[in-house]
């Protein structure tokens, strides 16, 4: 059998990338921005820097928020943490249609993404240098793609008309697939219900563990009243040490 290689994981994003440029969205969704395309370099290092395999771990997100992927192409991707604990710094292009309430100055960008700051800085207490933390993790994105509606809002991907989303859970439950096979994990971990419930699909035949965590979002109560040590708890329930 033909040994597995970085090569590999690059073949799973062009492969997601070409299928899901197939697909269009309606109101209330007007701009759609996928950074697997237009921040593609730092996402490559990324991968090139952090992908190694196996990983005990594979973390995985719903999709990019405004200040966090959707400006840096790395999941959870808050500007300062990319850029000086994991060492990423690379230009950053932009989407083709841009809504005027969510640019993209990728390092530029002077907002900070709390789910991303909260994420990354849990990993920098616990492990100190993200190579202990991804010896053992990796952290990726269930749909690669941000939806803005009109006026600015963001649209989750569970939220997306049911004729649009069929397809588009079909392309990303494959290369959540295709990510977990090359990194052979003992554990897929979601990140909120949602990445935890198509990782139940797109990976039930696998033996693999599927767990849930709780999302560090803001507009989540449970996170504001201290992530870090509710998700180290979440993690040991799951049989994870940290």
């Not at 849990?122 to 492990?127: D, E, L, Q, R, V």
Request: charged share 25%.
């Amino acid at each position: 059998m033909k040994k597995s290689t970085i090569m590999d994981l690059f073949k799973v994003t062009d492969a997601q990338v070409t299928a899901l440029k197939t697909l269009r969205f309606g109101p209330p969704v007007t701009h759609v921005y996928n950074p697997l395309e237009y921040a593609r370099g730092a996402y490559d290092t990324y991968l090139r820097k952090y992908g190694g395999k196996p990983k005990e771990i594979v973390l995985i997100g719903m999709n990019p928020g405004p200040w966090g992927m959707a400006q840096t192409g790395v999941p959870f991707g808050e500007i300062t943490v990319v850029r000086d604990w994991l060492g990423i710094h690379v230009p950053i292009g932009k989407p083709v249609k841009i809504h005027p309430k969510r640019p993209v100055d990728g390092f530029d960008c002077k907002r900070s993404e709390v789910s991303g700051k909260r994420l990354w800085g849990w990993s920098k207490k616990k492990f100190v240098t993200p190579e202990k933390f991804f010896a053992r993790f990796f952290v990726a994105n269930y749909c690669p793609l941000m939806f803005i509606e009109e006026s600015g809002r963001n649209r989750t991907p569970n939220n997306i008309r049911s004729s649009e989303r069929k397809p588009l859970l079909s392309i990303c439950d494959q290369a959540l697939r295709d990510t977990v096979l090359y990194f052979n994990p003992r554990y897929v971990v979601g990140i909120g219900e949602f990445a935890a419930g198509r990782a139940k699909i797109a990976l039930g035949d696998l033996d693999v563990i599927i767990g849930r965590i709780t999302h560090p979002s803001p507009a989540n109560p449970k996170a504001n009243k201290g992530w870090e040590p509710l998700i180290s708890k979440e993690l040991l329930q799951l049989g994870i040490k940290i």
